[in-house]
């Protein structure tokens, strides 16, 4: 397959970066990841914004513009022949030295990876995802803000560690407060009484996903709000579910050992992602 990296498209394989580039030294970087359905790119404008967000949050000059990096995304597509994909435009500081000085890097790595890709969880769509909530807290608003999709993810990655050592699926978060966050790469919702609740976003990922569904809601009539979430909220929910580029809408059916919505996916959700489907199919850019 070819990446895009920086202006030109190069062979996987001989596609490399420096060992002195700062995103590999540091983590200092910023990261999307988006999705194709049928040959459209699903809110590609809002993953392109979010980019640029969290790349001017870290001070970080993104050197092309918002519609050149839209239009790089798309050519990857094309030249690698994708309809439904998986595409992971990164932007790193750069190639600098030892020294963690930003100023030293001249110009930021620019890279889009592409690959064919089907929902992450398989056959966990049927029967649901075990969650655990994690002793990991999401790293802080005051620290490094969980709005800014940068490649620092160790604390995802230690999260989703923890589910694995504990026989999840999927990592839930909890911030310093003992809310409910998000998990490791997916916004989380509950549904109780027939309301769909979801955590504020100052503690979590803006997903844009978590936005699509929440239109996808509302057109369907249900009734959303965003809340301060507890573990209470998640043992007693009738149901809950997930959202993420990667995840899609993927019920969760244990969490913590209590069984949730007897343990199969509930009407609610099943709803939600049957609308959502019929969304990543019907808009996109072409
Ligand atoms: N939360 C985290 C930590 C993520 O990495 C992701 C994935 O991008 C999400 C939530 C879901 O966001 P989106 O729906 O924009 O993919």
Redesign the pocket.
């Known amino acids: 397959s070819w990446i895009y990296l920086d202006g030109k498209f190069v062979p996987a394989e001989e596609a490399a970066v420096s060992v002195y580039d700062h995103g590999l030294l540091y983590g200092d970087g910023v990261f999307e ?1 988006i999705r194709a359905y049928n040959g459209r790119v699903f809110r590609l404008e809002e ?1 392109v914004k ?1 980019l640029y967000d969290s790349a001017k949050a870290i001070m970080l000059e993104i050197p092309m513009t918002e519609e050149e990096m839209a239009a790089a995304i798309r050519e990857t597509l094309r030249k690698n022949g994708l309809s439904d994909a998986y595409i992971r435009p990164l932007v790193t500081r750069g190639v600098g030295d030892l020294g963690l000085d930003p100023r030293k890097c001249a110009k930021p790595t620019v890279m889009i990876i592409s690959q064919k890709w089907d929902a992450m969880y398989g056959d966990l769509y049927d029967v649901g995802l075990t969650a655990i909530t994690v002793t990991v807290r999401r790293n802080s608003p005051a620290a490094l803000p ?1 709005n800014i ?1 940068s490649l620092n993810y160790l604390n ?1 990655i230690l999260a989703k560690i923890e589910a694995n050592v504990k026989g999840g699926n999927e990592a839930i978060f909890l911030d310093d407060a003992g809310n409910i966050s ?6 989380i919702f509950v549904v109780k009484d027939g309301e769909i609740s979801t955590p504020y976003t100052a503690n ?2 803006k ?4 936005l699509a569904v929440i239109e996808v809601a509302l057109a369907r009539g249900y009734g959303v709000k965003e809340a301060n979430l507890g573990l209470f909220d998640l043992y007693t929910a009738d149901e809950i579910f997930v ?4 995840a899609e809408v993927a019920p969760v059916t244990k969490i913590d050992g209590r069984v949730i919505s007897g343990g199969r996916p509930g009407p609610v959700t099943k709803d939600l992602m049957e609308g959502f489907k019929e969304m990543t199919m019907t808009t996109g850019t072409p």
């Open positions: 990841g993953h979010r969980p999709k995802n998000e998990g490791s790469g997916d916004n979590n990922l997903g844009i996903t978590r959202t993420g580029t990667a």
